[in-house]
């Protein structure tokens, strides 16, 4: 038994009653609240207002943390594993989207279960040393993919059990799943135990059909679906709104999330206002990628020049954002995830939830909703990803915490970069970022 004293926990992390502000006057600017919290072997037992009379001594060790902020271990909804840290063999041009979707598929040759297992290993250890506890990665599953990924996924479920949740999407294009490709994701996803199935769907008058269709093959497999969905401005791209009419026609009983969601966010805001209506009926879960959309999306180029392969770059005007408030606003459960990791999509990004929460609140404008705001990476990523008790700190759930050195939400705010220890079990745990230098010795695969 630990007990660690005032840890001043985001209310949006809290069971009630502790998730109501208090009489501070500064709970709107600072929705915490300091409690104490005993811990069990690796589970929390006991959480209580640091102010509410102590209940008798406390049994076994005390750790005072002195009134610094303290977040439940933190979840990343929404990964790329079998891409990430591809950057140095191919990287992105980034002249748009397409391009990177190219560059990842001539490389995809490469993605034994060795060289996955490599790179995602990499990726955990970065995510464990920043914080992470659960962690959702798609794979790309199809003809050409799949089979080393997840292998290499499977046993790394094996090493980090205990510490962190591994979860997999089979990720594939609509046009591959009904292009006789089927039977292999299926077999594949069934083989690694998925705990979804991913994809693509386009728009289209099939697409209602090859829903139908997909959602079959989920309930056949008894798993949930977590898809790719919209990721354009294009303002006729409704694929979330026929994914809740099919969930609903269907009455398909597994959970269901949608990333992206990007065009909801040019179309009509009375067809919006609907769409978000019958996401919210099928009880879907809307995951944005702040980041990665940030990047990729109004990317925009001036027409080449004779010789030239690109023109000059604009200045990107929409960012790609969905709309997350009015998700919120219709009783949506909402998370924010970080995406592609130092892949031909995005160069960069090193799998830490805490830069997605605090990038999502900026770009986000989330300080309309501080409260709230943790939940992007604890509560509403726990909900989507099936995951009772993670992101919260109470009686039952995982002993996992992030002791940052700082008082205030507002100086985390300010310096993202604030030390963080990590509470695992009933002890401090050591925190080893993996060194990029480690990937200068990993082999180069053969050039095509
Ligand atoms: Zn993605």
């Given at each position: ?49 640091s102010q509410a009379p102590a209940p008798g001594s406390a049994p076994g060790r005390t750790t005072d943390l002195g009134g610094v902020l303290v977040f439940p ?44 297992y490599r790179r995602a290993d990499f990726a955990l250890r970065s995510a464990w040393a920043h914080g992470t506890v659960a962690l959702r990665t798609h794979l ?215 830069e997605v929460y605090v990038e999502s609140v900026r770009i986000a404008q989330l300080d309309t909703r501080l409260a709230f705001s943790p939940s992007v990476v ?71």
């Amino acid at each position: 038994m630990h007990l660690f004293r005032r840890a001043r926990i985001p209310l949006a992390c809290l069971p009630p009653p502790l998730n109501q502000p208090g009489n501070a006057p500064d709970a709107a600017l600072e929705p915490w609240r300091e409690c104490d919290v005993t811990v069990d072997g690796s589970r929390i037992v006991a959480v209580r207002d640091s102010q509410a009379p102590a209940p008798g001594s406390a049994p076994g060790r005390t750790t005072d943390l002195g009134g610094v902020l303290v977040f439940p271990g933190l979840l990343e909804v929404h990964t790329h594993l079998d891409k990430c840290h591809t950057w140095d063999r191919a990287p992105g041009v980034h002249s748009d989207f397409w391009e990177s979707v190219e560059i990842l598929e001539a490389d995809c040759p490469n993605w034994t279960e060795e060289d996955v297992y490599r790179r995602a290993d990499f990726a955990l250890r970065s995510a464990w040393a920043h914080g992470t506890v659960a962690l959702r990665t798609h794979l790309n599953t199809n003809a050409r993919a799949g089979a080393g990924a997840h292998a290499a996924l499977e046993r790394l479920q094996a090493e980090w059990r205990g510490r962190m949740q591994l979860q997999t999407v089979s990720l594939f294009a609509f046009q591959e799943f009904f292009g006789g490709e089927a039977d292999r994701i299926i077999e594949l996803s069934a083989r690694h135990r998925a705990t979804a199935l991913g994809g693509f769907p386009q728009p289209g008058p099939d697409l209602p059909r090859q829903l139908d269709e997909v959602m079959a093959a989920a309930r056949e497999l008894g798993v949930g679906l977590d898809f790719h969905v919209d990721e354009s401005d294009l303002v006729h791209a409704e694929c979330l709104r026929a994914t809740a009419e099919a969930v609903l026609r269907n009455q398909f009983p597994h959970p269901v999330a949608c990333g992206h969601n990007c065009s909801l966010s040019v179309q009509d805001p009375a067809r919006a206002r609907e769409t978000l209506a019958l996401v919210k009926a099928a009880g879907i879960g809307i995951i944005a990628l702040p980041l990665t959309n940030l990047h990729l999306q109004g990317r925009a180029r001036q027409p080449a020049k004779p010789g030239q392969r690109f023109g000059a770059p604009r200045t990107p005007q929409w960012r790609g954002l969905t709309l997350l408030h009015e998700c919120i606003d219709a009783g949506i459960t909402v998370a924010c995830g970080g995406d592609n990791v130092r892949d031909a999509f995005i160069g960069w990004g090193d799998f830490d939830p805490v830069e997605v929460y605090v990038e999502s609140v900026r770009i986000a404008q989330l300080d309309t909703r501080l409260a709230f705001s943790p939940s992007v990476v604890t509560t509403g990523a726990a909900a989507i990803m099936g995951l009772p008790g993670y992101g919260r700190v109470a009686p039952g759930s995982p002993a996992d915490l992030v002791v940052f050195s700082a008082r205030k939400l507002y100086s985390l705010l300010a310096r993202p970069a604030t030390p963080r220890r990590f509470i695992h079990g009933e002890e401090f745990r050591d925190t080893i970022l993996p060194d990029f230098d480690e990937q200068l010795s990993w082999p180069r695969p053969p050039s095509r």
